[in-house]
T-cell receptor
Framework: AQSVAQPEDQVNVAEGNPLTVKCTYS??????LFWYVQYPNRGLQFLLK??????LVKGSYGFEAEFNKSQTSFHLKKPSALVSDSALYFCAVMEYGNKLVFGAGTILRVKS | EAGVAQSPRYKIIEKRQSVAFWCNPI?????LYWYQQILGQGPKLLIQFQNNGVVDDSQLPKDRFSAERLKGVDSTLKIQPAKLEDSAVYLC????????????FGQGTRLTVV
């Protein structure tokens, strides 16, 4: 079965500093990986996805993610964090039939 | 474009009562999903529709949960009877019927069973 793991429950970063939210995956075959963000009392918003091609994927709101096959990772990054980036971030892997399997989520707190 | 609409936003019921949630997907999205998100966990797929047909309901507790998507547009998810452990946010999502395409989520319905 496909799965993802988000090893950090919470990440704290100062505004203006780079941020990284970690995700590792376990899949058979080629991985199709996604990042979503959830703000309080809101649904999940799509940030970016890796299907094939360049290992560095650019997405919404200045976020990007790096696919690393040797380390089975798909970490989410942003060069300069904003307070408004504070939210709950989910990594997910897509199974056959477009079904998403989500990680447990990582809370990102950006302090001014 | 309009997003995925869900109602109600919040619902509190007593255990053993029944409850229903409604979802209207993005226009043109043939694929519709219902996910359950328990506090502190990632969303878990309950059921997936393609038009008005069920694609996957392997994780739907069929003794108490049911879902339908009549006419291939709106969908309802029902719980009868509810248990305390059903307290969660129920998220509806929709997507185009293409491989590896992202799903768009509604705001969810927060269910509290007391």
């Amino acid at each position: 079965a496909q799965s993802v793991a988000q090893p950090e429950d919470q990440v704290n970063v100062a505004e203006g500093n780079p941020l990284t939210v970690k995700c590792t995956y376990s899949v058979s075959g080629n991985p199709y990986l996604f990042w979503y963000v959830q703000y309080p009392n809101r649904g999940l918003q799509f940030l970016l996805k890796y299907i094939t091609g360049d290992n560095l994927v650019k997405g919404s709101y200045g976020f990007e993610a790096e696919f690393n096959k040797s380390q089975t990772s798909f970490h989410l990054k942003k060069p300069s964090a904003l307070v408004s980036d504070s939210a709950l971030y989910f990594c997910a892997v897509m199974e056959y039939g477009n079904k998403l399997v989500f990680g447990a989520g990582t809370i990102l707190r950006v302090k001014s | 474009e309009a997003g995925v609409a869900q109602s109600p936003r919040y619902k509190i019921i007593e255990k053993r009562q029944s409850v229903a949630f409604w979802c209207n997907p993005i226009s043109g999205h043939a694929t519709l999903y219902w996910y359950q998100q328990i506090l502190g966990q990632g969303p878990k797929l309950l059921i997936q529709f393609q038009n008005n047909g069920v694609v996957d309901d392997s994780q739907l507790p069929k003794d108490r949960f049911s879902a339908e998507r009549l006419k291939g547009v709106d969908s309802t998810l029902k719980i009868q009877p509810a248990k305390l452990e059903d307290s969660a946010v129920y998220l509806c999502a929709s997507s185009l019927p293409r491989m590896n395409t992202e799903a768009f989520f509604g705001q969810g319905t927060r269910l509290t069973v007391v």
